[in-house]
């Protein structure tokens, strides 16, 4: 298959080497309303209909270009958002992980978007990536997508011995509920510090607190 990488929104081919800025720059990292389970939760972007038409074709087309731009971007915010973070969450090298796509939609794609956006995210930052994330039965399930939207898909840690530190990456925050269940589960397992971080927000789940400044600035390679 050739992929055709054309900007998702002034449909420019090449649009990275030809100059097009419609991804918008992180906006220093809002910072999302609590979610239980979740020390910090982060997200680069609200989801308007620019960043909607960007998500859209990483996840559908697996745009490699594009997530490689969001991990850079998700990076950059966790780098602008340090001294937002716990105390003693620069002791340890955190685990990056997702939250895995039902078996359904990885089959229908292909891949599991999650999976490379976690991955473009470990690069950026140096960091572990590890799959310890599964679903827990009736993934199958028709309809189950809606009911994961409203109370999260049900999520078990593959390990018995979590990481203490993770980050949990996802494409967009809604409701909170996936990046909480992700929480729930790393915690049972023994996670002690979990960080989310997406791509964007949207919905209930508003910013609650101003961009900091320029720290964004900040070299990324800093952090751990
Ligand atoms: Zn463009």
Redesign the pocket.
Known sequence: MVLMRV?P??R?SE?WRRG???LPDPAGGPVLREIVGIDLALAVHDYDEVVRRFVLAAKNGGREDLLRRFGVQIAAVLAAQADNLPDSWGERRPTVVWVPASRDRRRRRGYDQGRLLARAVGRELGLPVQPLLRRAGGEAQEGRDRADRLSGPRLRCRVGRAPSHVVVVDDVITTGASVGAAAAALRGSGAVMVVAVAVASSGSNGVNHPPVGNAGSRQVSGLW
């Open positions: 900007c929104w002034c420019r649009p097009c800025r419609c």
